[in-house]
């Protein structure tokens, strides 16, 4: 499918302090849309970033039927701009697009519509030394019939933005009893936007009692762990010389992280041993109680690695070693960096460089 392009008359890009900008708080000058009725994908055009002008009984509002990925782009220190994993997220937007009965994109046309988009707005990618170009793909239904059924018209956007870091200090997460994430047969391991929204009272209860953001535990027991906010959670057990990192294992509640996948890949090119299984509460409060749980980190295209301080659970708390004595989080965060910014090689052929040639037809 070609895109046609439409240039802004001029870029809010001058002026602006990259190294400063809070996330989500300056957007690119352009953003990609394309549409989807009778049945195909079509005009899909790289447009200045703004409004668009949609009724109010769209089934994305009415409905909650929208989908979303999260991505990044670097600069590297030789001014290439590396997408990281962007098949990854191509993948998963079509295993959401089934989940919410939404038609999924031409083969090919996510990660083409991300090499133009880019090339066409290179210049918001920050150098590394700031941080990253945040991309967020999003597919949702412009259907205006209130009646609830599968939709037929949609639309497909790409907006992006520079940002520096999502979480600046570790992290103190509050194990909440009272909320569940995710359940079997629901929707926990894609990434509709109303897996978001239903967080939002769980994250404000936690940020009012003093903590950043909370541990989801399983919605059937209560007790197993599943996520942290918006990340994937790994833990670092250290017992006698043997240093082990666990993290729950996908079981249809927990969302495939892009960069959980990455980690685990990074952590057994450390030789780490890995296990993936389910963790309950009071194990993480026993090893802990025994001086064997020396890290936890959580993972998330946003988060990147975000190393966690704290971990609260009804009057427990489990404090955890400074970052500055961690080194298996602080490894695999400077790794997985060194390679998304094209400072280390990439053995798994991780990075998609968006060149400045327009793609082979
Ligand atoms: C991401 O890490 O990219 C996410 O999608 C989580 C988020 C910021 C909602």
């Not at 990259?18 to 447009?47: C, N, R, T």
């Not at 990660?111 to 967020?136: F, T």
């Not at 629901?186 to 209860?205: F, S």
């Not at 026993?286 to 993972?299: D, K, M, Q, R």
Request: hydrophobic share 40%.
């Amino acid at each position: 499918m070609p895109i046609s392009v439409e240039r802004a008359s001029q870029s809010r890009l001058p002026g602006l302090d990259l190294a400063s900008v809070p996330f989500s708080s300056v957007f690119s000058d352009h953003m990609l849309v394309a549409e989807y009725a009778d049945g195909a994908w079509k005009d899909p055009v790289i447009q200045p970033y703004g409004p668009l002008s949609l009724v109010p009984n769209i089934s994305a509002l009415q409905y909650g039927v929208s989908i979303f990925e999260g991505l990044k782009a670097h600069r590297a220190a030789d001014d290439r701009i590396l997408l990281f994993r962007p098949y990854e997220n191509a993948r998963r937007l079509n295993r959401s697009s089934s989940r919410l009965s939404i038609p999924s994109l031409p083969d090919g046309f996510f990660v083409n519509a991300l090499h133009e988009l880019l090339q066409v707005d290179e210049a918001w990618v920050p150098p590394a030394s700031i941080g990253a170009l945040y991309i967020r793909p999003c597919l949702f239904s412009t259907d205006e019939s209130v009646r609830v059924k599968p939709a037929e018209r949609f639309l497909f956007v790409i907006f992006t933005f520079p940002f520096g870091s999502y979480y600046s200090t570790p992290l103190d997460v509050l194990v909440t009893e009272k909320y569940v994430r995710a359940f079997p047969g629901g929707t926990g391991d894609v990434k509709p936007a109303g897996n978001y929204a239903p967080c939002l009272v769980a994250d404000q209860e936690a940020h009012d009692l003093g903590f950043a953001t909370v541990m989801w535990l399983d919605g059937v027991h209560h007790r197993y762990i599943e996520e942290c906010g918006v990340m994937n959670v790994f833990f670092v057990v250290q017992q006698g010389n043997n240093t082990k990192v666990i993290t729950p294992d996908l079981g249809g509640t927990i969302l495939p992280g892009v960069t959980r996948d990455t980690t685990l890949q990074l952590l057994r090119d450390m030789e780490m041993p890995i296990e993936e299984r389910r963790i309950a509460i009071d194990e993480v409060l026993g090893l802990h109680a025994s001086g064997e749980l020396i890290e936890c980190f959580g993972t998330g295209t946003a988060a990147t690695i975000s190393h966690i301080r704290r971990i609260r659970y009804r009057d427990q708390d489990v404090l955890l070693p400074p970052v500055e004595d961690r080194t298996i989080g602080p490894r695999a965060r400077e790794r997985l960096v060194a390679i998304m910014t094209g400072h280390a090689p990439d053995p798994h052929g991780w990075t998609y460089e968006v060149c400045s040639q327009p793609l082979a037809a």
